[in-house]
C-alpha cells in the first residue's frame, strides 16, 4: 500500500497533465471521438487488454494481476458539457461551446494515473482490476446501460466510482449507504390554448396565462402530495411562448425535470403532474399534451461496500476528513452498474478553501482543485487492493492501508 501511495504521488503532475490535456478538448456526450482514442492508447501502452467501441462509444480495459483473485471494477467518465467556458485557466476548453464543466476530465485523468501505478504492481496484484471508461453521463440514455449490454461487467465481482466534487473541500470524502443521488426524469407540457389580438384577450384562451397557472400549481405537488419524509423536486426550467408584443400566445411549452430517490414517489409525481396539468386546462377550456421521460433510478449504494471504502479512506494520505453525507438530487447513471453488481459511489472534495467564489457543476465558471485527482485515486487504489487482498468487503475486518 505505500508502494500505491508513492507511486501515485510520482505520477500526480502526469495526472495533471492528462486533466488539463483533456479539459483544452471537450467532447459531448455520444460525440466522443479523440478522448476514447486517447484513453486507448494510453492503456494499449501499458500492455493492457483493451475494447474500444463498448456501448457506442466507451472504452474498457483490463489488467490481470500476477496472482489469482476476484475482479474489481473502477469507472470514470469522460463527456464534456454544450457550455462556454468563462474560466481565465490557461488551459481553458480550445472548443467553442464545450466545456468540461462537471470534473470528468479529472475523473478520466485520476483513472488513468491509477491504472499506470497498478500496472506497475501487476506481479503483486490477487486478481484482476477492470478501468471503465464511460461515455455520456451527462445526456440520457447515457453510456452505461449499453457498456453493461455490451458486457463491461462480465466476471466483476465489486465496483468503485467516485465524483470530483467542486463544493466540498478538498480531503473530503463524502460517502452515504442506500440512495446518494436522484432518480433524473424529464417531462415537457404544450398547452394549447386560442391566440389573438392583445387588445381583445376576451376573444382568446392565453395560453401564457393557463401556463402560468399551470407552473404555479405544480409548485403545490411537493408540498401536498408527497409525504414528508420523502425527497422530491418538481422544477419547471423552460416557459417557451414567442410571440409580437400584442399578439396573445395560442400555444405555450413549459420543459422541467423531477428527482425523487422512492420509486413510489417516482411514479405519484408522473400521474399527478398531468392531472395537474388537465385540471388547470379545464377550467381553461384548453387543451394540452404531456409527455414524461424516464431517466437515470436513483443510484442507490450497497452497504456493505460503502461501508468498506469509508473504513479505508480514513487512512489514506491526502484525506483530511470521512464524512457521511445528505442525498444529492443530481442524477447519474452510475446507478446502472449498481443494479447489476455491488458497489458504491462516493464524493471526493475538489474545492480550494481559499477560492473567493466556488461555483457549481455546470457552471461557465467551474474549476476543480486538481490535488484532489491524487485524493481520489488514493481513495481508488486503496479500495482496490483492500479488496483483493481481503477477497471481500468486509468492513468490521482491520483494515490497514498505511
Known amino acids: 500500500m505505500e508502494k500505491l501511495f508513492a507511486k501515485l504521488e510520482e505520477h500526480y503532475e502526469e495526472m495533471v497533465e492528462i486533466r488539463r490535456h483533456l479539459h483544452q478538448n471537450p467532447e459531448l456526450s455520444f460525440e466522443e471521438v479523440e478522448t476514447p482514442k486517447f484513453i486507448a492508447a494510453y492503456h494499449e501502452k501499458l500492455g493492457h487488454e483493451v475494447r474500444t467501441g463498448v456501448g457506442g462509444r466507451g472504452v474498457v480495459a483490463k489488467l490481470k494481476g500476477g496472482k489469482p483473485g476476484k475482479t474489481v471494477a473502477l469507472r470514470a467518465d469522460f463527456d464534456a458539457l454544450p457550455i462556454q467556458e468563462e474560466t481565465d485557466l490557461p488551459f481553458k476548453s480550445k472548443v467553442d461551446g464545450v466545456m468540461h464543466a462537471c470534473g470528468h476530465d479529472g475523473h478520466t485523468a485520476t ?25 455520456a453521463e451527462e445526456l440520457q440514455p447515457g453510456g452505461a446501460i449499453s457498456m453493461i449490454e455490451d458486457g463491461c461487467l462480465e466476471g466483476v465481482d465489486v465496483i468503485f466510482g467516485t465524483h470530483l466534487w467542486a463544493t466540498s473541500p478538498v480531503g473530503e470524502i463524502g460517502y452515504r449507504s442506500g440512495p446518494i443521488m436522484a432518480a433524473a426524469d424529464r417531462f415537457t407540457v404544450t ?8 387588445a381583445q384577450p376576451h376573444r382568446t384562451k392565453d395560453a401564457v396565462v393557463i401556463g402560468a397557472q399551470a407552473v404555479t400549481n405544480l409548485q403545490q405537488l411537493v408540498s401536498r402530495r408527497v409525504d414528508p419524509l ?26 422541467g425535470t423531477v428527482r425523487t430517490f422512492n420509486e413510489d414517489v417516482r411514479d405519484l409525481l408522473e400521474n399527478e ?20 421521460y424516464r431517466g437515470y433510478p436513483a443510484t442507490e449504494n450497497h452497504p456493505e461496500e460503502t461501508e468498506f471504502v469509508a473504513q479505508v479512506a480514513q487512512s489514506v494520505p491526502g484525506v483530511t476528513e470521512v464524512k457521511e453525507v445528505p442525498p444529492e438530487m443530481g442524477g447519474e447513471d452510475f446507478a446502472y452498474y449498481l443494479q447489476h453488481v455491488k458497489g458504491t459511489f462516493f464524493f471526493t472534495g475538489a474545492q480550494d478553501v481559499d477560492w473567493d467564489v466556488t461555483y457549481p457543476h455546470h457552471h461557465p465558471k467551474f474549476k476543480v482543485d486538481e490535488r484532489a485527482l491524487l485524493v481520489a485515486a488514493n481513495t481508488l487504489g486503496a479500495a482496490t487492493l483492500t479488496y483483493l487482498k481481503q477477497g471481500t468487503a468486509q468492513p468490521n475486518q482491520e483494515v490497514k492501508v498505511k
Open 111 to 135: 483513472l488513468l494515473g491509477l491504472a499506470k501505478v497498478l500496472n506497475s504492481m501487476q506481479d503483486e496484484l490477487e486478481g484482476t482490476v477492470v478501468f471503465i471508461h464511460q461515455h
Open 230 to 255: 420523502d425527497s422530491a423536486v418538481v422544477s419547471v426550467g423552460a416557459f417557451e411562448a414567442i410571440n409580437a408584443f400584442n399578439v396573445i400566445a395560442d400555444t405555450v411549452k413549459l420543459t
Open 273 to 292: 403532474i398531468e392531472r395537474v396539468v388537465k385540471g388547470t386546462c379545464i377550467t381553461a377550456d384548453a387543451d394540452y399534451t404531456y409527455k414524461f
Open 191 to 198: 398547452i394549447k390554448g386560442e391566440g389573438g389580438h392583445g
